[in-house]
T-cell receptor
Framework: AQSVAQPEDQVNVAEGNPLTVKCTYSVSGNPYLFWYVQYPNRGLQFLLKYITGDNLVKGSYGFEAEFNKSQTSFHLKKPSALVSDSALYFCAVRALDRGSTLGRLYFGRGTQLTVWP | EAQVTQNPRYLITVTGKKLTVTCSQNMNHEYMSWYRQDPGLGLRQIYYSMNVEVTDKGDVPEGYKVSRKEKRNFPLILESPSPNQTSLYFC????????????FGDGTRLSIL
């Protein structure tokens, strides 16, 4: 079965410290991987994606993510956290269901990131 | 400004009273979808549409209907709402597939009493 796991419901980090939000996936075929961020009372906003190529992907607001095929992971990282990074983060994977040529997006449960001053 | 617009943003209603949540995008996108967001469950896809008159079920389609008569609009219809459909709903669109970044609306919070 296709699935995405975000093992931490919450991540707390001090401003200026590096942050990591974890994501692992289980899909058949080559995965297309995404990170989205959700601020209060807003829809999700796209941060970055991995489809192919370099395993380290750079995205918006200084975020990056590392694709690790052997560990089936796509962790989100930022070298120096800001208070304004506090939000809900979602990992998503596009997976091909049997008989489908288009695929569908599967989302993780979300990780609440809190950066304190 | 490129955007996905949902209406209403908030609605409290009663069991069994038909309601429609509208979704409109101004980016000429072919792919549109509806999700519901519930605490601890993340986002789950309800329905999606690859183009006008082409729709298909997502993970949790029961109790919902959609239509895609025009490219820009993708309304979500609850014919007979029930309390278990109380949730936060998001419409999203992308140029032509889920392989591309999705543009999300700001959400519709539905409460079914």
């Amino acid at each position: 079965a296709q699935s995405v796991a975000q093992p931490e419901d919450q991540v707390n980090v001090a401003e200026g410290n590096p942050l990591t939000v974890k994501c692992t996936y289980s899909v058949s075929g080559n995965p297309y991987l995404f990170w989205y961020v959700q601020y209060p009372n807003r829809g999700l906003q796209f941060l970055l994606k991995y489809i192919t190529g370099d395993n380290l992907v750079k995205g918006s607001y200084g975020f990056e993510a590392e694709f690790n095929k052997s560990q089936t992971s796509f962790h989100l990282k930022k070298p120096s956290a800001l208070v304004s990074d506090s939000a809900l983060y979602f990992c998503a994977v596009r997976a091909l269901d049997r008989g489908s040529t288009l695929g569908r997006l599967y989302f993780g449960r979300g990780t609440q990131l809190t950066v304190w001053p | 400004e490129a955007q996905v617009t949902q209406n209403p943003r908030y609605l409290i209603t009663v069991t069994g009273k038909k309601l429609t949540v509208t979704c409109s995008q101004n980016m000429n996108h072919e792919y549109m979808s509806w999700y519901r967001q519930d605490p601890g469950l993340g986002l789950r896809q309800i329905y999606y549409s690859m183009n006008v008159e082409v729709t298909d079920k997502g993970d949790v389609p029961e109790g919902y209907k959609v239509s895609r008569k025009e490219k820009r609009n993708f309304p979500l219809i609850l014919e007979s709402p029930s309390p278990n459909q109380t949730s936060l709903y998001f419409c999203a669109s992308s140029p032509n597939s889920p392989n591309q970044p999705q543009h999300f609306g700001d959400g519709t919070r539905l409460s079914i009493l």
